[in-house]
């Protein structure tokens, strides 16, 4: 089956810094989705993004389908943003593969 | 309603008991899935429904989990003889129709079996 992998696992920021997360997979995907976990177990959807870039208030991500890969950007992290952030790939209209994420800990 | 919903949001069982856990997904969305994340990992698909039908079952454990959504709208995702491995969160999701539209996630209900 597709691969899922996410860069970096953890990841600690101090309060206002911006950030990268990578999202690589193995296979063409018919669906891409950011997804952050919060502290208190909720999981939210961040962006639907097979393809092409997007953005959401201090968020956004691009996905260049033909080489495989997916970026979130967080831009001026608040501690709000701490939680953990996960990708996840459909590939042929199969199950939905979520990624092991990136561990956030924004400081204040 | 206006998001997806899941009961219990907690659950202790024995080992042995059989648990039923409930999906109510977002109004008008065709399909629905069931997840189990474990702690630190990702959540990992079990199976899902279009409308009553259940599509994909290739990701259930074991003949112990079973699952249904009889009128195309709430589903049970049922676990008999739950086992202490069984203890996870349990997700579920509803998309308008299929794995490309955007799936929204429930809070999930949380087992615990001792």
């Known amino acids: 089956g597709i691969q899922v992998e996410q860069s970096p696992p953890d990841l600690i920021l101090q309060e206002g810094a911006n950030s990268t997360l990578r999202c690589n997979f193995s296979?063409?995907?018919?669906?891409l989705q950011w997804f952050h976990q919060n502290p208190w177990g909720q999981l939210i959807n961040l962006f639907y993004?097979?393809?092409g870039t997007k953005q959401n208030g201090r968020l956004s991500a691009t996905t260049v389908a033909t080489e495989r890969y997916s970026l979130l950007y967080i831009s001026s992290s608040q501690t709000t943003d701490s939680g953990v952030y996960f990708c996840?790939?459909?590939?042929?209209?199969?199950?939905?593969?979520f990624g092991a994420g990136t561990r956030l800990t924004v400081k204040p | 309603g206006a998001g997806v919903s899941q009961s219990p949001r907690y659950k202790v069982t024995k080992r042995g008991q059989d648990v039923a856990l409930r999906c109510d997904p977002i109004?008008?969305?065709?399909?629905l899935y069931w997840y189990r994340q474990a702690l630190g990992q990702g959540p990992e698909f079990l199976t899902y429904?279009?409308?009553?039908?259940?599509?994909?079952k290739s990701g259930l454990p074991n003949d112990r989990f079973s699952a249904e959504r009889p009128e195309g709208s709430i589903s049970t995702l049922t676990i008999q003889r739950t086992e202490q491995r069984d203890s996870a969160m349990y997700r579920c999701?509803?998309?308008?129709?299929?794995?490309?539209?955007?799936?929204?996630f429930g809070p999930g209900t949380r087992l615990l079996v001792l």
């Open positions: 996840a790939v459909t590939h042929n209209n199969n199950d939905m593969r």
């Open positions: 429904f279009n409308y009553e039908a259940q599509q994909d």
């Open positions: 999701a509803s998309s308008l129709s299929g794995f490309q539209e955007t799936q929204y």
């Open positions: 296979d063409s995907v018919n669906n």
């Open positions: 993004i097979p393809s």
């Open positions: 109004s008008g969305h065709v399909s």
